[in-house]
């Protein structure tokens, strides 16, 4: 099913300048998708555009900052002027932390919680309306290995990742009636520029790659299986190596043990 399921599917990814958002670009369009792109860099998602060979009449570059989600409410419009309807939405755009709870402002905090969740929510909730009209659609947003537990150093990108995980298995439910799925998507280390990026307690970016991001998945193998689960009505997707699938098994049956073995953890 997956091979033809994005066939002239109007595709909108978020965090789309870079990373697993660049990836789900490309691969999306190899598919034939028609897709918009989301980021705040415009330069960016026209260089992705442009490396795509996508065109006016398969895409749409739609800037925006998920910080400032109380403005995301008519965005969705200028997708249904262009295209009619919007079938998939990826909520893939988000920050990372590594810093200490103790050493992490509230200001830090704030905003992971406004652009990994508000942003995130806001944007499915002003996408939502025209899905239920359609009486189609899907909705994937990207949790994270360390949103199934708390990680160290991501304290509070841990809270808003699992978050989502709340937010969204309502909304399936509340849904089941309107043919609309709901898919959760729960990378482990995926190698991006997430960690360089990554807030640390005074707001500033980490600046530096993290050694397991190094040796983490490739981000296009990563694009490949969420696409792959979205179009399969996947609803939980992990996409993760052998170490971070072992610790969510632990976590699961094993939490006294689980308790030690992820304080002693490297996790940068």
Known sequence: MSATFYKDKVVWITGASSGIGEELVKEA???GAKIVLSARRVKELERVKR?????????LILPLDLEYYKKLKNVPKKVIDQFGRIDVLVNNGGISQRSLT????IETYEKLIDVNYFGNIALTLAVLPFMRKQKSGALASISSVAGLFGVPLRSGYSATKAALTGFYEALRAENVGENIQVSLIYPGFIKTQISNNALKGDGSKQ?????VIEQGIAADECARKILDGIANSEK??????P?????IFVY???PNLFA???AKAKVT
Do not use: H, Q, W
């Open 243 to 247: 170490r971070e699938k072992f610790a």
């Open 207 to 211: 600046e530096k790659m993290d050694s």
């Open 236 to 241: 939980r997707i992990v996409i993760a190596g």
């Open 252 to 254: 699961r049956f094993f």
């Open 102 to 105: 103790y050493e992490t402002s």
């Open 260 to 262: 030690r073995m992820i």
């Open 51 to 59: 490396e795509c060979g996508l065109g006016k009449t398969n895409s």
């Open 29 to 31: 369009a190899k598919r």
